[in-house]
């Protein structure tokens, strides 16, 4: 690639927009807000009339132990999937810059680039997972494995991580990054907006936080949330199937150790997929439109 045709960084893209305006992306975040509230509400018309207002309440009061049952899994992703349309209708009614810039600065959304980026993590997390349940062996989870179920995982999970990655690693990273100079500001300030959100204890948020400062900085490293996407999706992907399968269970309280070991593994792995990325060139694929 010539130097003419170099791929903008991606936290500060915001800013090579005409129309773009320092106050756009609190805007943009206002009125997400609210529709993504009003799609909240939709959800829980549904999934209440579909199973109960007092099992949908007890699951929505319930912490992350809610995503150790079917309904619970699903009524959760879907709640974080609607992020996804309500940014997409706010970047529309303020009209400041291309949905697709929220994606990265390739020319939008790369499923190249995602798919690739899926295999790596993939490995990694389930060595992780067996490793662990070598060392302290299975939890008492329920089995609520079937084939109808995972499939609709399959869908859910994905689109989740990827709707978080549009929040926090698309508008927010590159809000702040339009607002400081330096890229690391950014990347902290999102990550602590991601850990804060999370509903886990203290060991549980520490762990959430460098989780953001790891996706931020392959976001900021690979001008997209691609990649960042696919380790996300990967490492919950994983803990879903491992729950389904009734080996693990999802807490709300992690204990110490059992973060200390995550958070060790987490960097680890993801310096191998950094260095490997590099070295495969994972983060330079291209879009047919760049390629010509």
């Known amino acids: 690639m ?11 893209f915001p800013k090579t927009f005409e129309k773009y305006k320092w106050y756009k992306p609190i805007l943009v975040f206002i009125i997400g807000l609210i529709i993504y509230i009003i799609f909240n509400v939709i959800v829980d018309i549904v999934f209440n009339v579909t199973f109960g207002t007092e099992l949908i309440t007890s699951i929505a009061n319930g ?7 079917e309904v619970g899994q699903i009524y959760t992703d879907l709640g974080i999937i609607v992020m996804i349309p309500a940014i997409y209708l706010a970047a529309k009614l303020i009209r400041d810059r291309p949905f697709s810039s929220y994606a990265s600065s390739r020319r939008g959304w790369n499923h190249k680039l995602y798919f690739k ?21 299975p939890e008492n ?19 989740q991580c990827i709707a978080e990655e549009y929040v926090f690693r698309g508008l927010l990273l590159q809000t702040f990054g339009s607002w400081f ?21 203290t060991f549980g948020i520490i762990q959430i936080f460098i989780s953001g400062l790891i996706y931020g900085f392959f976001t900021w490293k690979t001008n997209g949330i691609e990649v960042s996407s696919a380790i996300h999706t990967m ?30 593994v987490e960097i680890v792995m993801s310096a191998i997929i950094y260095y490997v990325g590099v070295k495969t060139n994972w983060f330079g694929e291209l879009t047919e439109n760049e390629q010509a």
Request: net charge negative.
């Open 2 to 12: 010539s130097e003419n045709n170099k791929i903008p960084n991606f936290i500060t």
């Open 63 to 69: 912490g992350y132990e809610a995503l150790n049952s």
């Open 117 to 137: 980026s899926l295999i790596l993590p993939l490995i990694m997390y389930i060595i992780l997972e067996i490793i662990g349940l070598a060392i302290d062996g």
């Open 141 to 159: 989870g329920t089995f609520h494995f079937t084939v109808p179920f995972f499939i609709l995982c399959l869908i859910t999970v994905p689109l």
């Open 181 to 201: 100079k330096f890229p690391i500001i950014a990347i902290v300030l999102q990550a602590i907006a991601f850990a804060a959100l999370h509903g886990y204890n």
């Open 235 to 264: 490492n919950n992907l994983t803990i879903t199937i491992f729950v389904m399968l009734g080996i693990q269970l999802t807490s709300s309280s992690p204990e110490q150790m059992d973060v200390l070991i995550s958070i060790i």
